[in-house]
C-alpha cells in the first residue's frame, strides 16, 4: 500500500498569512493526487485534481504542485472560511489519505 | 443537482452486523463509481471499499477485507455496504462518495467529487 504523509499536522495563521501544506508519498504516483479541505460536522470537498488543477468553483488562491512523491497545497491568502483541516488523497491505486493538516487561527 | 444520502447507521454490538445504503440522484449512478469513506471520532478519513461503475470490480481496505461488502442497484439508484463482524474500531461517520474521472494532459485522473452527509456507526456494547 501506498502511505501519505502530511506535514505539518496543525498549523496555526492568520488572516491574509500565506500558508502551505506538504504532502509526501511512499512511492511514485506521478500526478495522482487530490486535496480535500474539510470544516467540523461537514463532509469532505475536493479542491485540487492531478496535482495542480482547481476543481470548478475552488477560489483561486488555492493551488497545488509537485509530482512524483513530493506536493505541496499553497493558500496565496488566508481567508476567514479557508480554517478548516486539508487532506492529501493519492488515487494512483486504491485510494489513500494522508492524515491530515488542521488550520487553526493565530 | 447532485444528491448522495447515507442511511443505516447506529449503535450495534460487536460481532453484529449492519448494512448501510447511500441514495443517489441528480445523476446518471450507473456511469460512475462509488466509495465508502470513513472517519472514526476526532481522527482522519479513512477509505473503506471502492465498486466500478457497473459492480465488476470491487476493492477493500485491509482493515475490513473479508468482513464488508460494497454492492450496488444500479435500478435503484443505491450503494450499499454491508458489515459483518463489527469490532469497536469500527466506530465512524461513514460517507459515500462519487468517483469522478477526469481527463487532464491525455491522463485520466480521478477524484472524489460528491460525498454524502455521512451516517454514523457506534460499536459498543
Known amino acids: 500500500d501506498i502511505q501519505m504523509t502530511q506535514s505539518p499536522s496543525s498549523l496555526s495563521a492568520s488572516v491574509g498569512d500565506r500558508v502551505t501544506i506538504t504532502c509526501r508519498a511512499s512511492?511514485?504516483?506521478?500526478?495522482?493526487l487530490n486535496w480535500y479541505q474539510q470544516k467540523p460536522g461537514r463532509a469532505p470537498k475536493i479542491l485540487i485534481y492531478?496535482?495542480?488543477s482547481l476543481q470548478s468553483g475552488v477560489p483561486s488562491r488555492f493551488s497545488g504542485s509537485g509530482s512524483g512523491t513530493d506536493f505541496t497545497l499553497t493558500i496565496s491568502s488566508l481567508q476567514p472560511e479557508d480554517f478548516a483541516t486539508y487532506y492529501c488523497?493519492?488515487?494512483?491505486?486504491?485510494?489513500?489519505f494522508g492524515g491530515g493538516t488542521k488550520v487553526e487561527i493565530k | 443537482q447532485v444528491q448522495l444520502v447515507e442511511s443505516g447507521g447506529g449503535v450495534v454490538q460487536p460481532g453484529r452486523s449492519l448494512r448501510l445504503s447511500c441514495a443517489a440522484s441528480?445523476?446518471?449512478?450507473?456511469?460512475?463509481?462509488m466509495h465508502w469513506v470513513r472517519q472514526a471520532p476526532g481522527k482522519g478519513l479513512e477509505w473503506v471499499a471502492v465498486?466500478?461503475?457497473?459492480?465488476?470490480?470491487?476493492y477493500y481496505a485491509d482493515s475490513v477485507k473479508g468482513r464488508f461488502t460494497i454492492s450496488r442497484d444500479n435500478s435503484k439508484n443505491t450503494l450499499y455496504l454491508l458489515m459483518n463482524s463489527l469490532r469497536a474500531e469500527d466506530t465512524a461517520m461513514y460517507y459515500c462518495?462519487?468517483?469522478?474521472?477526469?481527463?487532464?494532459?491525455?491522463?485520466?485522473?480521478?477524484?472524489?467529487?460528491?460525498w454524502g452527509q455521512g451516517t454514523l456507526v457506534t460499536v459498543s456494547s
Open positions: 462518495a462519487r468517483e469522478d474521472p477526469l481527463a487532464l494532459f491525455g491522463e485520466l485522473y480521478t477524484a472524489l467529487d460528491y
Open positions: 441528480g445523476f446518471t449512478f450507473s456511469n460512475y463509481g
Open positions: 465498486i466500478w461503475y457497473d459492480g465488476s470490480n470491487k
Open positions: 512511492q511514485n504516483i506521478s500526478s495522482y
Open positions: 492531478g496535482a495542480s
Open positions: 488523497q493519492q488515487s494512483y491505486s486504491t485510494p489513500g
